[in-house]
């Protein structure tokens, strides 16, 4: 081996034993991410086999969406207290379990359950694995590792939507929840051998119930009432009430904080330098791909006729392009710093986007999606992957937790919050012509086309806002003596 292709010095990740350890954490992400995804096309079958109604049967999705946003904070904290495997562990038993739970449901009620549980489950596995890995890796290391992490946690998406139709199609609804079975086994083995023992840290004032209570409830409360506001409306009491409430409670745990010499959330986090607008990003950011991964799932379905197997396979090119962009955004961070590589991410898929908010009525894949797909899937991986770097870089170890939860929460709130407000302005489009007895399928097409320009829109707003972010290129987390700045080094361009 030559001195140039030789590894760095010390690299842990050019080890066996890094190599399986970074593959491990990033089984995690996809486990979560693609379980938001993949029953998406199995939700008709699903419906006909257990006699869901239209306005019930989205609690299959949205339940696993409020529970896994509304613990995540008290997830990472808990990572960070009680020891990051310990949660890892517990989070994916209780995973494997709802899953398994999911698939044997013969009632409503039984399947909504378990999707609760399997939310609570990704909300203590999420935080826990993305904290291992910012602690365990350093240096060179760590970009590589986040841009792997990032580049799945991409792809989960739209691999979760190729399997749900081929496992639908194929094997049945019940298979969407059981293939998570072999995949938390292999996450459990692979804990318990490869990750070390942790113990977490002991807090001299005790645990902050308190701060646990508000902010779990404000959480919960915030993304129930974003998932139920296109059918409650914006202008309804339970919506203006639901926002406001869950308002007081999170002012309250603000509150709370200030006054706890040990608190659940340090609010001095925030000081690190770039963390609050790379959160901030990864909101305004993901409301916008969210939603269109929505309305193109529609438009190929409802439109253009495809099968639930024709629209997961339509998928397959977008995890080639999110592959790419996370890729280069790893090779780059060290030159560039993050900011570049956001911004350019974020103006890449806004203009994937743009191009997909043109579609026709008569579209064809080729003609009309695979293209602007693969452009929105490199920005993405871009954005996704600078975005993670940024709001991780210069955490203490000892709040690396809480730092990823932080993150994985603003990808969830985006989510919740783009598919509220953009489905919204879709329906009330398509309504209007439907009234005015234009055809279906042009009041549908007509409805996603104006849905996807505002998520353009948004992904420019979120490169407007990474303009303001901080252009780190990694580096290393604070010590926890130094906690009391929380000024890591940043490049000052």
């Known amino acids: 081996m030559t001195a ?55 609690w299959v999705v949205s339940g696993y969406l409020i529970t896994y946003g509304g613990f995540l904070l008290l997830g990472g904290r808990a990572g960070d207290l009680l020891g990051r495997r310990r949660l890892l562990i517990a989070g994916t038993a209780l995973f494997a379990a ?56 991409g792809m989960a998406s739209a691999v979760g939507l190729l399997f749900g139709g081929l496992l639908t199609q194929e094997f049945g609804w019940r298979w969407v929840f059981f293939v998570n079975l072999p995949l938390c086994a292999l996450v459990l083995f ?41 059918d409650e409306g914006w202008g309804a009491g339970r919506t203006v009430g639901g926002l406001a409430a869950s308002a007081v409670l999170m002012a309250a745990f603000v509150v709370n904080e200030q006054r706890r010499a040990h608190p659940l959330v340090p609010l001095s986090i925030f000081r690190i330098k770039g963390l609050a607008a790379a959160d901030a990003t990864q909101v305004i950011a993901w409301a916008g791909f969210y939603s269109m991964f929505f309305f193109v799932t ?34 780059m961070f060290v030159r560039t710093g993050t900011r570049p590589i956001i911004v350019s991410g974020a103006l890449l898929a806004a203009g994937g986007i743009l191009w997909l908010s043109r ?43 809480l730092a990823a939860a932080l993150i994985t929460t603003s990808f969830q709130l985006g989510s919740a919050l783009g598919l509220a407000v953009f489905s919204g302005i879709a ?61 890591p080094s940043y490049d000052p361009v």
């Open 4 to 58: 140039s292709t030789a590894p760095p010095r010390g690299s842990f990740l050019a080890t066996g034993r890094g190599k399986v350890t970074l593959a491990l954490l990033c089984a995690v992400t996809f486990l979560d991410v693609m379980d938001g995804a993949i029953v998406n096309v199995a939700l008709p079958t699903i419906r006909t086999h257990l006699g869901f109604s239209v306005q019930n049967l989205q």
């Open 98 to 153: 709802s899953s398994l739970a999911c698939g044997l449901a013969e009632n409503q009620g039984l399947l909504v359950g378990s999707r609760l549980a399997q939310g609570f489950g990704a909300a203590m596995m999420s935080p826990a694995a993305l904290s291992i890995l910012t602690t365990t890796f350093q240096d060179s290391d760590r970009h590589k590792a986040l841009g792997a992490w990032a580049g799945i946690s």
């Open 190 to 230: 692979g804990t318990f051998r490869i990750l070390k023992a942790d113990h977490g840290r002991s807090v001299p004032g005790g645990f902050d119930v308190v701060g646990a209570v508000l902010v779990t409830a404000g959480m919960l409360l915030l993304i129930f009432t974003l998932v139920k506001a296109p």
């Open 298 to 331: 529609l438009y190929m379905q409802n439109v253009l006729g495809y099968s639930q197997l024709q629209s997961g396979l339509s998928y397959v090119p977008v995890s080639v392009g999110i592959g790419f962009g996370s890729t280069v955004a790893t090779k």
């Open 359 to 401: 579609i026709p009525v008569d579209g064809t894949y080729l003609g009309n999606l695979l293209t602007p797909l693969v452009v929105m899937g490199a920005g993405l991986g871009l954005l996704y992957a600078g975005v993670q770097t940024a709001a991780n870089a210069g955490v203490p170890e000892d709040r690396a937790g």
């Open 427 to 487: 329906t009330s489009r398509t309504s209007h012509l439907l009234a005015a007895h234009t055809p279906p399928p042009e009041a549908l097409t007509a409805g996603f086309q104006r849905a996807l320009l505002v998520s353009a829109l948004c992904l420019v707003a979120a490169g407007a806002i990474a303009l303001r972010a901080s252009n780190t290129r990694g580096d290393p987390a604070a010590t926890p003596e130094a906690e009391q700045d929380l000024e």
